[in-house]
């Protein structure tokens, strides 16, 4: 099972190409990050990244992740809209 939180952790990550980046942008050290990257890419198998000098590039299951991520972060975003509107 995949975990909600593995993905709100590797979404920045996928989107920015870096850790520290997106440990700046979710207020959590890089070293957490990391770790939740480390469990998610148990749970598929296989690495979603590749290190490119200091970035991270996307392999092809990465960006099939990232894929399925940007839509349930998007459905979840118009959910918590439509629960707001009057």
């Known amino acids: ?13 996928a989107k920015d190409g870096s850790i520290a980046r ?10 957490t990050i990391s770790g939740q ?3 998610l890419e148990e749970r598929f ?9 200091r970035n991270l590039e996307l392999m092809e299951t990465g960006r099939q992740v990232l894929s399925y ?6 459905l979840g975003g118009a959910g918590r809209n439509a629960a707001q509107s009057p």
């Open 69 to 74: 991520a940007d839509e349930i972060f998007s």
């Open 45 to 53: 198998g296989e690495a979603l990244f590749n290190r490119v000098g």
């Open 22 to 31: 997106a440990s700046k942008c979710l207020n959590l050290t890089p070293q």
């Open 1 to 13: 099972m995949i975990s909600y939180k593995h993905l709100h952790y590797f979404w920045p990550v």
């Open 37 to 39: 990257l480390g469990l």
